[in-house]
């Protein structure tokens, strides 16, 4: 539990977080881009970002895919946040992400979150995510169609990365999206814990920095 309460908050740069990126949209070998609760099998390419979203039947074996209601579901939003999957029957539901350049690397991660009154209860849960051992987020929806996510940057001691929801008994666990991306490892290469996002800001300029990668 150490690593993740000791985390450090940090602000990434607009332009730094491009540098960082190894390999650019064409060259997806260091992206893990997952649209959970599509059926097996399927992705597709975000027509907005230009990356190829998979399915997540393939990262756990758990869970029941779903989609937001209609009337939460309008023209501009960003298709990962349609479909999700939900843990009605699991205390502890994890993913198992295995990327191709392995530990000792560091990757920027985030998981997303739309509820959408996806069960028509229209009760609005809170849960922990964690990764691995280490509580990394707590996630409080608020309201039905806002959209939540939590960032972090992460230096792999092993070749898999386990990301798991836990339910607190405020309403069941789901996940709509996660996404990760590798690091130039020399801009992080002293990293020796996480580190949050605390947000984006471009320094000097009056460009609006892209909240999706």
């Known amino acids: 539990m150490k690593m993740l309460r000791s985390l450090y908050t940090v602000c990434i740069l607009h332009v730094a977080l491009t540098l960082a990126i190894v390999h650019a ?40 895919s779903g989609e937001i209601l209609p009337e939460y579901n309008y ?79 992460h230096r792999a001691s092993s070749d898999y990365i386990h990301i798991c929801l836990v339910n607190t008994g405020h309403g069941n666990a789901f996940i709509s999206a996660i996404e990760l991306r590798l690091l130039d490892i020399t801009q992080y290469e002293t990293l020796s814990t996480s580190l949050f996002t605390d947000k984006r800001a471009s320094f000097g300029s009056n460009e609006q920095v892209r909240s999706d990668m």
């Open 75 to 153: 023209g501009t939003i960003d298709l990962p946040y349609t479909t999700h999957r939900s843990f009605p029957q699991n205390t502890r539901s994890c993913y198992t992400l295995r990327p191709k350049q392995g530990k000792n690397n560091s990757y920027l991660i985030r998981v997303r979150f739309m509820y959408g009154n996806y069960d028509s209860k229209d009760q609005l849960p809170q849960f922990d995510v964690y990764l691995g051992a280490d509580i990394w987020c707590t996630v409080g929806i608020s309201d039905s169609s806002a959209k939540y996510y939590c960032e972090l940057i």
């Open 25 to 64: 949209q064409d060259d997806q070998s260091g992206f893990i881009s997952i649209d959970c609760g599509i059926p097996e099998g399927s992705k597709y390419t975000n027509k907005k970002t230009g990356l190829i979203y998979v399915s997540d039947a393939g990262f756990i074996e758990s869970g029941v």
